[in-house]
């Protein structure tokens, strides 16, 4: 059963940075892909980029320039690379690992980022 964690968030303030890392477990394989969303109260969760195991990286428009994936293939490892916070990007925080093409997610618990002054 693979597991999926998340660390690094806490509070900054605007214009500050964070790195969060999530680590999936409980496989022999190396993700296909892992990646990034994020979710504020009362919002729907909102993807933020994802990185697939051959290093092929998207991002979605808001964050593309201020946020950086990067990922440790043989530890199924990611990173998010946040700088240049802004208020706005305060949320929860999801890592999500696909093992392989066509199967679900699968999802952290999370970890909240808070951006203010």
């Known amino acids: 059963q693979v597991q999926v964690a998340e660390s690094g968030g806490g509070s900054v303030q605007p214009g500050g940075s964070l790195r969060l890392s999530c680590a999936a477990s409980?496989?022999?394989?190396?993700?296909?892909?892992m990646g990034w969303y994020r979710q504020a109260p009362g919002m729907q969760r909102e993807w933020l980029a994802t990185?697939?195991?051959?290093?092929?990286?998207t991002y979605a428009g808001a964050v593309k320039d201020r946020f950086t994936i990067s990922r440790d293939g043989d530890k199924n490892t990611v990173y998010l690379q946040m700088d240049s916070l802004k208020p706005e990007d305060t949320a929860l925080y999801y890592c999500?690992?696909?093992?392989?093409?066509?199967?679900?997610?699968?999802w952290g618990q999370g970890t909240q980022v808070t951006v203010s002054s």
């Open positions: 999500f690992t696909v093992q392989k093409i066509g199967e679900n997610k699968k």
């Open positions: 409980g496989s022999s394989i190396s993700s296909y892909a």
């Open positions: 990185m697939t195991n051959l290093g092929r990286t």
